[in-house]
């Protein structure tokens, strides 16, 4: 019937109105030659409404002569009447076509141009090179040669590492990933490396500096490992020629160096921790079950409008979310709007055996040094002990890491009267 | 007519027998009604009289009459007639 529909208003098809009086007869013939009809209502006045297609109004005026009575057409529906339409009225018509040429034009240029990802470089700098590579505002999209654009940009922006120009229909993203570079080396400023934490150097590798410390030294956090001062070679020949002048002149021509100081400096570190632990432990677990409340809160009244009115749960956790009118004018409305989502829990007491609340201990005591543990850190060691306590409740592990770790951090070079500090 | 009578009742006996629905076998109407709001007749000879309250459509030898408010005729096919609109009763009469 849809279909039929459909078709009708492809072809075209009128209403016309009939008298009552010669209804009948006109419709059982008009039926009998094939005519379609629908939508037959009476419209009183003693007339009645039909609609017929257009091919079929031919074949009606035949009925209607047959039949003698006349028909008025008072309705035009469809596609044939809709052009003709528009024929009558070109102005229009030319104005809705020139819409949506301009519509489809517009939309082929470039108007926006955004771009994202940068904090050192500018934007400004960013476009001023796309404009000269051909992106700018107004230029016409099928102009644009992404791939050669990219290249421009990367290639005369400084500090680009990556750039993606992406065209969203009149809106161009420039993305760009800019280059991580190290931090700039204080060339006037020398730096130390010093001991971030105490420990037992187990290897150090001087990149540049002088070593202050030597494999199997105990180090305390803050001493100094790598120094920024070099002090100037020992030659051995200077005690062999002990010539007053000849001694004197080296040292002045080779006094301390600073450099930034690099190495890395190996060392075991010991970590303890101590965790105790309940032979009768008792808490509360949430069980998954839940339950929301939703009502209104006036003034101190409190309204249940959505949500059970007697909770289900005997013990529960509960989270409160409160919704109230913006204050304006300090008229502060004495309603809130209150969703209270209950969560179940249920009670547990557990106990262990003394073996178990060990092992268990144990277990937290290393995960939470683990925690703290630093990046790279190798555990070379771990040792677990129980520590007697008074009560017979509890049982306290203690556990002491050994770990080989860098220890070693930058830290700006302070003079330290003594030169090389050794 | 008693010829075309035993005729009839012939056919109605054989098409019972072998149970071949009416409305191929006799030639009568086939009329599905929707709630009260549509009526389908298939197998009609044509529109006796329309009017908002009343529709008769001419069936076989009978005439089929629904009276209702609103009445329309929604398709007029050469077998099949639609009448909507708010309907209160169908009858048959001679």
């Known amino acids: ?214 494999e199997g030294d105990t180090v305390t956090s803050g001493q100094v490992l790598i120094s920024a001062a070099i002090p100037p070679p020992v030659i051995d020949e200077e005690k062999e020629a002990p010539d007053g002048e000849d001694a004197l002149e080296p040292k002045e021509q080779q006094p301390l160096r600073y450099v930034h100081a690099r190495g890395i400096v190996r060392a075991r570190v010991w970590y303890e921790g101590v965790a105790n632990m309940k032979l009768m432990e008792k808490g509360a677990e949430i069980t998954g079950r839940e339950t929301t409340r939703f009502g209104i809160k006036l003034g101190s009244k409190e309204i249940i409008l959505i949500g059970p009115r007697k909770l289900p749960f005997e013990h529960y956790a509960l989270d409160i979310e409160v919704k109230r009118a913006p204050v304006w004018r300090n008229i502060n409305l004495p309603v809130e709007l209150l969703t209270v989502r209950y969560y179940e829990e249920k009670l547990y007491t557990r106990s262990y055996t003394r073996d178990e609340a060990r092992r268990l201990a144990g277990r937290n005591v290393l995960d939470s040094i683990r925690e703290q543990l630093p990046e790279g850190a190798k555990i070379v060691n771990e040792r677990l002990e129980e520590v007697e306590t008074t009560g017979s409740g509890t049982v306290r592990v203690r556990a002491i890491v050994e770990t080989l770790e860098d220890i070693g951090i930058d830290k700006p070079y302070q003079y330290r009267g003594g030169g090389s500090g050794a | 007519m008693a010829w075309k009578d035993l005729k009839n009742r012939f056919k109605r006996q054989f098409s019972d027998y072998l149970e071949l629905p009416g409305d191929i076998m006799l030639d009568l109407p086939k009329i599905v009604l929707v709630g009260n709001l549509q009526v389908f007749i298939e197998n009609h000879r044509g529109i006796q009289e329309y009017n908002p309250q009343l529709v008769r459509v001419v069936v076989n030898d009978k005439v089929v009459e629904v009276t209702g408010e609103n009445l329309t005729l929604r398709n007029i096919l050469p077998d099949e007639i639609c009448v909507e609109g708010q309907i209160n009763s169908l009858s048959f009469y001679n």
């Open chain 1, 1 to 214: 019937m849809l279909l039929f529909r459909f078709l009708s208003r492809l072809g075209g098809y009128v209403t016309i109105t009939l008298p009552e009086g010669c209804l009948e007869k006109f419709i059982n013939l008009a039926v009998s030659r094939g005519v379609f009809l629908w939508d037959v209502t009476g419209i009183g006045t003693g007339r009645v409404a039909m609609k017929v297609r257009l091919s079929g109004v031919q074949a009606l005026r035949h009925v209607a002569r047959m039949t003698g009575c006349r028909f008025k057409i008072i309705g035009r529906h469809g596609l044939p009447f809709l052009v003709s339409r528009m024929k009558r009225r070109q102005a229009m018509t030319a104005g809705a076509l020139i819409f949506v040429a301009a519509l489809y034009v517009l939309s082929s240029f470039v108007w926006f141009i955004e771009v994202t990802g940068n904090k050192l470089v500018t934007d400004q700098a960013v476009e001023q090179v796309a404009r000269q590579a051909g992106l700018k505002q107004g230029v016409p999209r099928w102009t644009l040669d992404v791939p050669t654009l990219e290249e421009t940009i990367l290639d005369q922006v400084p500090g680009l590492s990556w750039v993606g120009v992406y065209v969203e229909g009149t809106r161009v993203y420039i993305k760009v990933v800019e280059k991580k570079l190290p931090p700039p080396d204080e060339t006037g400023h020398p730096v130390d490396v010093v001991a971030v934490k105490d420990g037992l150097v187990k290897e150090i590798l001087v990149l540049s500096g002088h070593p202050e410390v030597k």
